[in-house]
């Protein structure tokens, strides 16, 4: 599972970094199959914008991103997106 987190014209830190591989690992616990992905926190006028990229196997690739004056909220709010498309794409194959 390669996930990788960066910051765009910015240091994100640790805290952030930690703070979001936890929130990505919370929301991709019952995906059992091997994903890969990266998520970027760029300053965008005065605040930030998150962009979430996740592709699972079969080709399946979901993005997502949000924008918000606080980079924690912004991340939140992007992966918060990406869980309902990964959940809908779950239904999708369940309801098979």
Known sequence: MYFEISGKNMDLGDALRTHIRESVSKMLQHVHEE????????????????????SLPGQHEFQASH??????????????????????????????
Request: proline share 4%; aromatic share 10%.
């Open 35 to 54: 994903y890969s992905g990266h998520i970027t926190v760029s300053p965008e006028g005065t605040g930030f914008r998150t962009l979430c990229f996740i």
């Open 67 to 96: 924008i918000d004056y606080d980079p924690y909220v912004s991340a939140e709010g992007a992966l918060h997106r990406l869980h309902e498309q990964i959940e809908e794409h779950r239904q999708r194959l369940i309801d098979k």
